[in-house]
């Protein structure tokens, strides 16, 4: 399958809420394979279907050693303290904030077969499992920023080439 073009900020696509999936059909199958070809690009911790222009509740994930996938996510738990850790995002390309996230973090979904998964993740794994499921409530990273943060990093999109292209 193809490693797919991701949508950059300003796309409606990644402010719109994600449908979840009703039924695991081909179509999903195929969704799936680009999202993890599109996610084992070298540098890449997670893509959301609506960074490649699906509005559906899958995204995959490559975390260290963990590369994987879930359907009809949702963040089960959060737990231990929250902290500002360095984040960015392939559709916001040359962005990196500070951004709120809590230490660890449970998500379940489904599989291709329908079966129930659940992943839990400190660290990297945790942030990238928040980073994804906001994306499909419609949100991004910058949406988390608060005060200063959020002022520099509004300041330096309007400033970015790629935004005034958009």
Sequence with gaps: MPVREI??????????????????????????????????????????????????????FNVGNQVGYLINPIIKELGGAIVDTEEGCLSLPGLWHKTPRYEKATATGVNLAGEHVEITG???MAQA????????????????LEGQERKDALKILRASDWFNQA
């Design 7 to 60: 949508r950059l900020f300003g796309d409606p696509v990644l402010k719109t809420v994600s449908d979840p999936v009703i039924e695991i059909d081909d179509r999903i199958k195929s969704l799936v394979e680009d999202l993890l070809d599109t996610t084992k690009v070298p540098g890449r911790a997670g893509v959301a279907a609506p960074q490649i222009g699906v509005n559906l509740r899958v995204f995959s």
């Design 122 to 124: 400190t660290g990297l």
């Design 129 to 144: 499992l928040q980073h994804e499921c906001d994306h499909l409530d419609g949100l991004v990273y910058l949406d988390r």
